[in-house]
């Protein structure tokens, strides 16, 4: 069975509530994530081979983090120890990672201080047929996006199939590089981009109607996806596919929807719901679909309604992992897509 390496940042999730009751009782939830460690829990779940490459320091609580992520059946043996610290981010109970009130710790943070020639690429990559990087990886500091090329080029050498994930935190960017200063030479190396149509914009340089913004028109949103899944094609020959992923809060509740560009436009059912628990994941699990369905031969359609129903079911999980099985998928997608 084919092999995925997620590389990126694992993190501490500390997750406050909205009052003082944590202050009150002692007690800060604490969760495991990252968004490729992310990935890397929900192919494991689904009983895909997976093993996870990221930077900590070597000391007693890496030691319990990596015990954690073998205990899910993920190989840590590409781990790299150095540095001092582990990156934390504190979170709200209930408010998404691009809220606002997010707050990063993660300033020389062991993945952070990275630099080229301390992984160990040939080593890493032996079994591997498939590699998994986000943009956050990159965007932290000019060595961790430096190290993110020297693999996707030891990849690429061993035609590894790469994807990657246009996740956009503005407040991580702060290096003195622009995104669409990085990652379109990172991209280069990708077949498969999964993002939004902002995220492309943002990072990759890909034109975006402005009317688009406030229209809420699901019509002219996938007419977009189909264009600028196109115009992603034509700037980077080597990606094959592109997906983007339609969230949009609805009061407490939210609606979404995604499509899939191959050499045509698939497209998802609409997924609704008045109420969720946790937004953190979600584009984490849409991933982790796209790469379950295409390593296990699915077509594209069934590829994104996999990787549609998971991304949905992870919005009524706690935490930033997810714990659904394939079972609990493929019956919401008979729930939505009949």
């Not at 060595?143 to 080029?153: G, I, M, N, Q, T």
């Not at 077509?299 to 309604?305: A, G, K, N, R």
């Not at 949905?312 to 939505?336: A, H, P, R, S």
């Amino acid at each position: 069975m084919k092999k995925t390496l997620c590389f990126g940042e694992l993190l501490l999730r500390l997750s406050p509530t909205a009052g003082d009751e944590w202050l009150q009782q002692h007690t800060l939830p604490a969760f495991v994530g990252g968004a490729e460690a992310n990935v890397a829990t929900a192919l494991a779940k689904w009983e895909q081979p997976v093993g996870y490459c990221t930077a900590l320091p070597d000391n007693y609580l890496s030691r319990q983090l990596s015990g954690y992520l073998n205990k899910k059946n993920i190989d840590t043996a590409a781990i790299h120890y150095s540095g001092k610290r582990v990156g934390v981010y504190y979170l709200q109970q209930g408010t998404d990672v691009k809220h606002a009130g997010v707050i990063f710790d993660r300033a020389g943070s062991s993945f952070a201080e990275l630099q080229p020639g301390m992984i160990d690429w040939e080593k890493a990559f032996e079994g591997i047929s498939w590699f998994h990087f986000s943009a956050i990886a990159a965007s932290l500091t000019a060595s961790a996006a430096e190290v993110c090329e020297e693999a996707l080029k030891v990849a690429s050498q061993k035609r590894i199939t790469i994807s990657l994930d246009l996740n956009y935190r503005n407040k991580l960017w702060q290096y003195g590089k622009r995104p669409n200063e990085i990652m379109p030479g990172l991209a280069k190396y990708c077949n498969l981009v999964m993002g939004n149509l902002w995220s492309a914009n943002v990072m990759l340089g890909i034109p975006i109607d402005d009317a688009l913004v406030g229209q809420d028109n699901k019509k002219a949103y996938l007419q977009q996806a189909e264009e600028t899944s196109k115009a992603i094609q034509q700037l980077f020959p080597k990606v094959t596919t592109v997906a983007n992923t339609f969230r949009f809060d609805r009061g407490e509740g939210i609606q979404y929807y995604t499509s899939l560009f191959t050499d045509r436009l698939y497209v998802s059912a609409e997924y609704a719901s008045e109420r969720v628990l946790d937004k953190v994941g979600s584009g984490d699990c849409f991933m982790a679909g796209l790469i379950y369905g295409l390593n296990n031969a699915l077509t594209p359609q069934q590829t994104l309604d996999f990787a549609t129903a998971a991304a949905f079911n992870k919005l009524f999980i706690k935490g930033d992992t997810t714990n659904q099985t394939v079972n609990d998928i493929n019956t919401t997608i008979k729930e939505y897509a009949g």
